[in-house]
């Protein structure tokens, strides 16, 4: 209930990349008690810590607070708005859902009326926010406002949640999660909870706060892909079957050590995990690996159904055994 | 002196460990049982690169980087069927191609031997090739028998064999990179270090096959060299390729010109080349040179980086083939690069940055 609670929270906080003001103020209040201290770096990424003692490593645990969306490019005569998306939108995914503005307001994206599926892009899409013309628009509009499909998340059968954008708060939850048990743990050494920014936009945001913290190691938490639908490509990854241990992405082949250490613990705690390899995408991991002089990485992912659409899913058992995972991870070091 | 068939035998040597794109670590213990007699220091970085350092003996000495990666193209194992096949995805730009019916091995809990499946042509339905995730190993094993030994995540290698053509010409599997590799560690180890110009760190990088900026830029930052040279292998002319955009075989090493990479360095190099009758062939690489040179480069305050090129054929494959006579042009010219007084004295940061 608690980290339903949390992640609700969480994404009903609208923050497109590079817009992560609302979210980052969110975050800080609920990090705020399991840390030393926190700061926003120039990028806007939120570095909290909680230091251990001298002789300690630098362990890096990121999720990225970001979200794809879109931005307001031009207001039309009619009040229609053009956008630009920021992420990697699926227009399929987005036609016909409800948007909201980073200031409350509400609307429809659609695709102009004789566009079919098969051509969509962008340009073809447009905001309908109900003005009746372009001055009515602009009184609630500027350009450059974002907009995001409606936040919202749903209970379904059992710990499965519903809605977005999950993609990353659940690993922000995550984070959270982790922070808050390491709290009854002594720990020689100092944890940074990174909540990045512009991760949507190319893992911008990781790359200068692992450039800042220099880390010996960092686990990322971000969402995987699943092979657990009706005629989907073969990947060995479910809903409900444990975080998921990333081997490697498109972005980035983690540190055999960390994924080893990650499944002997998985294994020795009975905490529920599989190994996951995802054939597309990137996460902060690869941003981690390679600041500075380079990091041990590693990435414990929660699998998720659709994602980049509405109606992304996830089990919370997961989630859960992420954050376990990840607690026990911290204190095998 | 170089000695050809030292040489030739680390190229085979190297070459047969395995170092699929970001595995390689484990190769650690060879390069430092392989190389420790020859260099001051070995290390191997979280990312996966390792640096063999030979220092000249001189104080404050400019600091100069071999490059040549040390990942190879391969495959990792995705999945595994009830029946005892085992899924994979390419690690690095493979050609499906080729793959079907390629002999391979699975380096699980036990190296084990197996064949990528390949329909036979009195099945086939079309010419279609499979897609990358279609294709499936066979191990002879059944689906509880293989699962024992090997799991999601095990890298899988062409296996390797190795042999020679007529005219000095060697074929075998990934001399990209590890035979550049291999002729820089020799002509490193073979150069006494009083002849130094330079504290030389040859970097063999990690990731270059699988990563678009490669794992090479956490050791060059570690290392803040004063310049660096970026070897890799570069296309060869055959007869099906265009003049343009290949190298032709036993007229030595390339030497790219490209707005990645350093003019002066690229120029001082070339002559080089020429003072010491090292045969070479520039090339033109406009915007980026596809190599570690590109993000070398950029790596901190900037370094400059030449970018050189062993002419190899059929690259990406099993049976890749290089010439022994490129093979010395390259070890004599990384040879003289570390040798060289007069380039390091150019390259050489004399003052500290101020902001």
């Given at each position: 209930m608690k980290l339903y609670n949390t992640l609700k929270e969480l994404c009903l906080c609208p923050a497109v990349s590079g817009r992560e003001e609302k979210i980052r103020a969110k975050l800080e209040q609920l990090i705020a008690p399991f840390c030393d201290e926190y700061r926003t770096d120039a990028l806007g990424n939120l570095i909290a810590v909680r230091k251990g003692n001298r002789n300690g490593k630098r362990i890096m645990l990121a999720a990225h607070m970001d979200e794809i969306g879109f931005l307001v490019t031009f207001i039309e005569d009619s009040g229609m708005l053009r956008v630009a998306p920021v992420g990697g939108i699926s227009l399929a995914a987005?036609?016909?859902?409800?948007?909201?503005?980073?200031?409350?307001?509400?609307?429809?994206?659609?695709?102009?009326?004789?566009?079919?599926?098969?051509?969509?892009?962008?340009?073809?899409?447009?905001?309908?926010?109900?003005a009746k013309s372009k001055k009515r628009a602009e009184a609630q509009v500027s350009i450059g406002d974002f907009f995001v499909a409606t936040p919202s998340l749903d209970k379904l059968l059992g710990d499965r949640v519903c809605g977005r954008p999950l993609d990353d708060r659940v690993g922000c939850t995550a984070l959270l999660g982790i922070a808050e048990a390491m709290q009854s743990v002594q720990c020689e050494h100092d944890v940074y909870y990174v909540f990045s920014v512009q991760e949507e936009v190319g893992?911008?945001?990781?790359?200068?706060?692992?450039?800042?913290?220099?880390?010996?190691?960092?686990?990322?938490?971000?969402?995987?892909?699943?092979?657990?639908?009706?005629?989907?490509?073969?990947?060995?990854?479910?809903?409900?079957?444990?975080?998921?241990?990333?081997?490697?992405?498109?972005?980035?082949?983690?540190?055999?050590?960390?994924?080893?250490?990650?499944?002997?613990?998985?294994?020795?705690?009975?905490?529920?995990?599989?190994?996951?390899?995802?054939?597309?995408?990137?996460?902060?991991?690869?941003?981690?690996?390679?600041?500075?002089?380079?990091?041990?990485?590693?990435?414990?992912?929660?699998?998720?159904?659709?994602?980049?659409?509405?109606?992304?899913?996830?089990?919370?058992?997961?989630?859960?055994?992420?954050?376990?995972?990840?607690?026990?991870?911290?204190?095998?070091? | 002196m170089l000695d050809k068939d030292k040489i030739k035998q680390a190229i085979f040597s190297l070459c047969s460990v395995m170092s699929v794109s970001g595995f390689e670590k484990r190769a650690t213990p060879y390069i430092e049982s392989t190389f420790k007699d020859n260099f001051d220091s070995i290390s191997?970085?979280?990312?996966?690169?390792?640096?063999?350092?030979?220092?000249?003996?001189?104080?404050?000495?400019?600091?100069v980087i071999?490059?040549?990666?040390?990942?190879?193209?391969?495959?990792?194992?995705?999945?595994?069927?009830d029946d005892g096949f085992l899924r994979i995805a390419p690690m690095g730009g493979l050609d499906v191609s080729i793959m079907q019916a390629a002999d391979v091995i699975i380096y699980g809990k036990e190296e084990l031997r197996g064949v990528i499946a390949s329909t036979p042509p009195h099945l086939k339905k079309d010419d279609k090739l499979p897609a990358p995730d279609e294709l499936l190993v066979d191990t002879g094993l059944n689906g509880k028998a293989v699962k024992e030994l090997v799991d999601i995540g095990t890298p899988v290698g062409f296996a390797p064999v190795y042999g020679e053509l007529l005219n000095g010409r060697l074929i075998g599997k990934s001399f990209d990179d590890k035979a550049c590799a291999a002729i820089g560690i020799c002509a490193v180890a073979s150069t006494p270090p009083?002849?130094?110009?330079?504290?030389?760190?040859?970097?063999?990088?990690?990731?270059?096959e699988t990563n678009r900026l490669g794992g090479v830029s956490a050791a060059v930052f570690a290392t803040d060299p004063d310049y660096a040279m970026v070897i890799d292998v570069n296309l060869a002319r055959v007869p099906d390729t265009k003049d343009f955009e290949t190298v032709e075989m036993d007229k030595g090493i390339s030497i790219s010109h490209s707005a990645a990479t350093h003019r002066g360095l690229t120029l001082a190099t070339e002559e080089l080349c020429r003072e010491k009758d090292i045969p070479y062939t520039p090339v033109a690489a406009p915007s980026s040179t596809g190599t570690n040179a590109a993000t070398v480069?950029?790596?901190?305050?900037?370094?400059?980086?030449?970018?050189?090129?062993?002419?190899?054929?059929?690259?990406?494959?099993?049976?890749?083939?290089?010439?022994?006579?490129?093979?010395?042009?390259l070890a004599s010219l990384v040879r003289e690069f570390i040798s060289s007084d007069k380039l390091a004295d150019k390259m050489a940061r004399r003052e500290d940055i101020i902001i």
């Open positions: 987005a036609a016909y859902s409800r948007v909201v503005s980073e200031n409350g307001v509400k609307g429809v994206i659609v695709p102009e009326d004789k566009v079919k599926a098969a051509d969509y892009k962008s340009e073809v899409f447009y905001i309908d926010i109900g893992c911008r945001g990781a790359k200068t706060a692992a450039f800042a913290i220099a880390p010996h190691v960092a686990l990322c938490f971000d969402v995987t892909a699943t092979g657990d639908t009706p005629s989907c490509a073969p990947m060995a990854c479910s809903l409900g079957d444990g975080a998921a241990i990333k081997i490697k992405d498109a972005s980035v082949i983690c540190d055999e050590d960390v994924t080893r250490r990650l499944c002997e613990i998985a294994k020795q705690k009975k905490i529920k995990a599989q190994k996951e390899i995802l054939l597309f995408g990137g996460t902060d991991t690869s941003a981690m690996q390679l600041a500075g002089a380079g990091a041990a990485v590693g990435a414990l992912s929660i699998p998720t159904r659709y994602i980049h659409s509405g109606v992304e899913m996830c089990d919370l058992g997961d989630v859960q055994s992420c954050i376990d995972l990840g607690v026990e991870f911290i204190k095998s070091i | 191997c970085d979280a990312v996966g690169n390792h640096l063999l350092v030979k220092k000249c003996g001189k104080e404050n000495a400019p600091k071999i490059d040549a990666h040390m990942d190879e193209v391969g495959m990792i194992v995705t999945g595994i069927t009083e002849v130094l110009a330079a504290d030389v760190y040859v970097l063999l990088s990690a990731t270059e480069n950029l790596v901190g305050l900037g370094v400059p980086v030449v970018d050189v090129g062993l002419p190899l054929a059929c690259m990406h494959t099993y049976n890749e083939v290089i010439s022994m006579t490129d093979i010395c042009s």
